[in-house]
């Protein structure tokens, strides 16, 4: 048993976007202001309005403020949950102090629990239309059905101005992926993609490098427009609905490719990169190459997608030093620098290719990890 998101782009009608701005209007207020109510009352008298004080006063609050009334009220409660858990973090993970939310960010969203009803529910999939509080049927052309029972969903609206639905699922039964018996290990890179190491090499698409020049036109023509105007909103919803499509054409090719290994691999073995530092260099190109490459989402992908269909993923130390010892005979090499793809073992003179090496001792280490 296991949680999924099914997402749906939605098409409300001009009441229902109405009612769903001011949803966001509301849950943006509500957040605010008991975020500026806890900072004051720990500054001034060293006590924490817990998530419990503020959902009593919200029953006040809503008395002061008549058209807090109007949006579905769980959303309001939800906010509340988002600001404890920002503190939680805060405390806990040291994420840092809870920002206030801004009408000025583009991605807009509030989410809502699902309710039985007499009628089923008030959160339901009906063929071409999303059952939602308050809003109603909402149009949607996704012909894919959600499995399990349906816990909350999540409205949101992108920078471009489409509208979506997020129905998270619990409860859903995943069939399970045949047994190969064959394992794999992953050396990522900038240059390909992925090395696998049976020698298979992925290349690395580069969407973002593919669509910086239209991006960049866009963009000057965007900063040429007087702010607020329709002129500069119709060059922003541009510049938004081409950034939106590089985002889709790396989710699709990192989609693909996840299920792909994961149907044929029962062991994936990769390394445990720190993707942040490795966009701290001196170098602007290579750091954006390293945001582009999504080498984070992808290890995030395999990870539930392993759970999911019963298969094994082995994430080694960050440290090891797959790419300066020989496979072979087990030597360790000095370091190397990044341009040298092709060296020769001193020991047992094996012409190794720096990334296929790599990977065949990433799925040896990974391999050695389970077993222990």
């Known amino acids: 048993m296991a949680e999924k998101a099914y997402k749906y782009r939605v098409y409300p009608n001009k009441k229902q976007k109405e009612l769903i701005q001011k949803t966001f209007g509301c849950t943006r207020f509500v957040y605010n202001y008991y975020l500026s109510k806890r900072k004051e009352m720990y500054e001034n008298n060293k006590i924490t309005f817990t998530y419990n004080m503020c959902s009593k006063d919200l029953t006040q609050l ?10 579905d009220k769980d959303s309001l409660q939800k906010c509340l949950k988002d600001l404890d858990m920002a503190y939680q973090k805060f405390f806990k993970e040291h994420t840092g102090y809870p920002k206030f939310k801004s009408k000025k960010n583009r991605y ?3 989410r809502t629990s699902y309710t039985k009803t007499t009628a089923g529910g008030n959160i339901m999939f009906l063929d071409k239309h999303i059952k939602l509080p308050k809003l109603g049927l909402v149009k949607t052309r996704d012909k894919q059905i959600p499995q399990g029972r349906i816990l909350n969903a999540t409205i949101l609206q ?18 399970q992926l045949p047994k190969t018996n064959q394992n794999i290990g992953l050396d ?5 993609f992925a090395i696998l190491s049976d020698g298979t090499k992925i290349k690395n698409p580069r969407f973002y490098e593919k669509s910086e020049e239209k ?15 329709n002129r500069w909103n119709k060059a922003r919803i541009k510049v938004a609905n081409l950034q939106k499509h590089i985002s889709n054409q790396r989710n699709d090719f990192l989609q693909k490719l996840t299920t792909e290994i994961v ?23 290579r ?12 290890r995030r992908m395999l990870t539930y997608k392993t759970q999911w269909y019963g298969k094994k993923l082995s994430v080694i130390n960050r440290y090891y030093p797959s790419s300066q010892t020989c496979h072979y005979c087990g030597h360790r090499d000095g370091k190397k620098s990044e341009d040298i793809r092709f060296w020769i073992c001193p020991k047992c003179n094996s012409e190794l290719d720096r990334d296929i090496n790599a990977a065949i001792n990433i799925l040896n280490e990974g391999l050695r990890i389970i077993n222990v």
């Open 215 to 229: 991006l960049a036109k866009l963009q000057r023509e965007l900063s040429r427009k007087t702010i607020g105007t």
């Open 287 to 298: 750091n954006k190459r390293v945001g582009d490459v999504s080498w984070s989402e992808f």
């Open 62 to 71: 809503k008395k002061k403020f008549e058209w807090l009334k109007e949006p």
């Open 158 to 175: 992108e920078p471009n101005g489409h509208y979506y639905c997020s129905l998270c699922c619990t409860d859903i039964e995943f069939e």
């Open 188 to 192: 990522l890179g900038l240059v390909d």
């Open 263 to 285: 149907r044929i691999y029962d062991v994936i073995a990769i390394e445990d990169l720190d993707v942040k530092s490795m966009k701290k260099t001196d170098s602007t190109i």
């Open 108 to 110: 807009q969203s509030y």
